[in-house]
């Protein structure tokens, strides 16, 4: 499994990462899952993959071969960040569809999601979620954040922190708890934690951090949350015995 | 879908139940899903459902059924809490089982799951897990806890938080949180809300709350809970920049 997140606020932008794949519970290996193009000066694009690792790793190498060949669609030769997002969707669906047989069935779940974030040009940055199907979306002002992979246990705290004037530190802050939470509820998805910030029009990849299981800044945000979450419990307003009366048997 | 949870702790048991049952997303009603028994003086038990409207109350109705004719066993012949659960997965497989084929096959899914919690004469307060299978497990010191249904959303929040010697009245404001995340989170839970607090020992059923969607409490621990939440990332600490580094393109 995997959890990636991409926030696209005023600012800029946040993605995280973990790193954990796995075949099965008893093959588990470390792949990093954020990945930046080498692209021309006017344009900064990483993307964040999801599921089955042959079908994103066949989809990277192709994105780049097409860069390298000077293809007439590549990741330089698109104006906009959902263009980019229609051609890695149209690149996803092709590899996966190697691995059907002539009845459009396949022997094992061949589907990847992808998140496109960067910025392009004059365009404002921007983040799009490629579905297996080829199609994506993009964020919204009231939901101004994308998951891919294991997205449940962490998606409350974004849905109450996250608005589109977060300041990145905070968001970036936000989005490591959320990645903390995932990672504690579920052992399918692991550490180490890459995160980028990006700052809208510095078109400079240079806040990036890549987080060990034992990274002290980690060790110390996870102990800090937890002693907030527990003085917060204690500070939430009792309860009204008011509201309380018998619970009758109806069996 | 559904979401309950029942803490099981030193000084007693939270329980906890949302009421929203849907086939299909564009047909959604209003269901308790938080059932007491009525018992003898020596005990109390409590259920709480998700699955299969229909196998839930045919199971609901053969458990009071067994007991009003006072069959071999019932729920008030069972010395442990650990039998009534072993008896609740057989009528739970014996009510599914009404709806296979020869070949063992459904037409559609009536699996259920259930928990059952409470006290049991000199025994000490439970609460156990029924699976759809019919087998079933209870809670540990290390996690005190046990869910149904859409258990994801809000479990970090618990297992953050929920320890054996967390007060009864922190433990249930704890998993109010946990609840109001679910909620917000999926629109196949929502209210209202049932909880139920039992002090060990006192087999009482009479702190019993229900809170509907605009109730004041329950507004009021949902603010309380995000403004202490913002103030909580705000002190957390700050990304040392020392970690920070160039993200290598690899594309």
Redesign the interface.
Known sequence: MTYCIAASLNEGLVLVSDSRTNAGIDNVSTYGK??????NADRKI??LSAGNLATTQAV?EQ??RD?LKDAKIN?NSVDYLSDAANYLGQVSLEKQKQHLDTEGQSAFNPSATFIIAGQIGNEPPGAYMVYAEGNSITTSPHTPFLQIGEI??????L???LKLDTPL??A???CL?SMD??I??NASVGPPVEM?IYRKDSF????????EAE?P?MV??RK???S???E?????????SQ?????????
Chains 1, 2 share one sequence.
């Open positions: 954020m990945h930046a193009f080498e692209t990483v993307l990277l994105l780049k860069k990741i449940k246990y962490g998606k409350p705290v849905d109450r922190f530190d905070e970036a802050r936000c708890v939470s995932t504690r509820s980028l400079r990849l240079d806040e990036y951090y890549c987080f990274n800044y110390n945000l800090s949350w937890e907030t979450l527990r917060a419990f204690a500070k939430l307003p009792p309860l009204m509201y309380a009366k018998p619970l009758e048997p109806d069996l």
